[in-house]
């Protein structure tokens, strides 16, 4: 469920989880409101509302754990896509320093590696399935080329050694993209969040039993700041997803192949 919702287009995140929270209003002032017509809504009205500070601390803490969290992930998976695209583009530029066949042979590798990352790579990330045990074959062949040639000059050698360090950098910087790519907040975390909402709208009820009007207010201003925040959470989630907010491989296609 959780997967499916972040898969989808902002817009359409944001309508499901605020017609989401506004539901659980909804309910819970329906509730309150057959409660307040029974016996038990006298006790109910003794609740204190110091309950709501340590929910709502509770709630804060979580939220601000996943934020930090999320955006950091958000950063990292920006850094790791420009450092790859960078270490590939050191590739292409050495290449040109070595003779044929290699020089056609190192660039024909990486041109197929960047083909495999838009056609097979990112989407595989998008859906979950991107994994580590598979070596991308445009890599593997640009590593057998440029560790196959023998250089006969001293500046051959350092370019040699110098592709071979630019492709395990690399393939190092896509093994850390497919992590970012599979950290996602836990189902289980997005249940306690839904329940400590609950609660806290549930405690301005009891508080307001005999004032509804007063706690529709107030449950409606909460479970809109708490639906703006989940939305944000939700559509920076995952930033390699299909759905919300979408890195493309910007830096990766700015890098210039000519077999």
Known sequence: ????????????????????????????????????????????????????????????????????????????????????????????????????????????????????????????????????????????????????????TRGQQVAQQRVADALEKALQERRFRILVSQAVIWPVQWVVIALLEALILATIAMVHMDRLRTAAVNMLILSTGMAACLVLLMVHDRPFAAGGFTLEPAALRAVSITE
């Open 1 to 152: 469920m959780i997967a499916w919702l972040e898969s989808q287009r902002s817009e359409v995140i944001a309508l499901l989880v605020f017609g989401l929270s506004y539901i659980m209003v909804a309910v819970i002032l329906a509730l309150a409101s057959i409660l307040s017509r029974r016996r038990i809504a006298a006790d109910l009205k003794m609740s204190t509302p110091t309950m709501l500070t340590p929910l709502s601390l509770l709630l804060g803490l979580l939220i601000a754990f996943l934020a930090a969290r999320v955006w950091t992930n958000l950063d990292r998976a920006n850094g790791y896509v420009a450092q790859e695209a960078s270490s590939i583009r050191q590739v292409v530029i050495l290449a040109d320093t070595l003779p044929e066949p290699t020089r056609t042979s190192l660039r024909g590798a990486i041109a197929a590696h960047l083909r495999f990352i838009e056609a097979e790579d990112w989407p595989n990330m998008a859906a979950g399935r991107a994994s580590l045990r598979e070596i991308p074959p445009g890599l593997a062949e640009a590593t057998r080329v440029a560790l196959s040639f023998d250089p006969s």
